[in-house]
């Protein structure tokens, strides 16, 4: 409102709006602005308007030709039309910061690294071959007795082929009375070949094989 409207009642109950929260009508320290508005007055304020009271007895107590500032009619805004105009304002710079944009941005970058590093690792796991469980053996293959034939033994032996079997060296073991047994190493993939199995398909060679012992038996 402008200077002139003080002189009416309706300028000075804006006065007292305006006044409410502040106790000069410029800064923070009294000033020209404040004997600008007070000689705009054309008499004391009563107590039907307490803040125009309090700042009107605040500032006779000064010697107003000491007080800083140009002497000119301020333009002065109510107090509820300053506070909706600060309202405003808030609500406009709110609009410019988002509280929460960076953060979901931020999260989104997290999870987009995250997923490129768990695809990587499982490319990586997918190509690493993967551990084949394996395991060693040593059998021993009993012949009916000295008269039998090692060699056709033997042959007989490393015929048996299985997916997973791989056989190794080999050798005869003198028993006693001039029998030997014969004892042969191989390398067997756990998942593919049966330890049962495998002296089952030995001894199925009746004319050659008595018995078949696992003389050792050791995991890879």
């Not at 006044?19 to 508005?37: C, F, K, M, N, T």
């Not at 398909?201 to 012992?213: A, C």
Request: net charge negative; charged share 35%.
């Amino acid at each position: 409102m402008a200077i002139g409207d003080f002189k009416t009642d309706e300028g000075v109950k804006d006065l007292n709006s305006y006044l409410a929260d502040r106790s000069y009508i410029e800064g923070w320290q009294p000033s020209q602005a404040d004997v600008a508005v007070l000689e705009a007055l054309e008499k004391a304020p009563t107590s039907s308007n307490p803040h125009v009271l309090r700042w009107y007895n605040h500032i006779k107590s000064y010697d107003l030709k000491k007080l800083p500032g140009e002497k000119k009619a301020p333009i002065l805004s109510s107090s509820n039309s300053t506070n909706a105009a600060a309202t405003k304002n808030e609500d406009d710079d709110d609009k410019d910061v988002d509280l929460f944009g960076s953060d979901e941005e931020e999260d989104a970058e997290a999870a987009k690294i995250r997923e490129e590093r768990l695809k990587a690792y499982a490319e990586k796991k997918s190509k690493k071959p993967a551990l084949i469980a394996k395991s060693s053996l040593v059998l021993d293959v009993k012949p009916w007795g000295d008269e039998t034939d090692m060699k056709a033994m033997e042959e007989a032996v490393r015929s048996i082929q299985m997916d997973g079997l791989v056989w190794g060296a080999s050798k005869l073991v003198a028993v006693g009375y001039g029998i030997n047994k014969f004892r042969i190493m191989c390398v067997i993939e756990d998942d593919k070949v049966s330890v049962d199995l495998l002296v089952e398909t030995i001894e199925n060679f009746q004319d050659l094989v008595q018995s078949v012992d696992i003389e050792s038996f050791n995991k890879i």
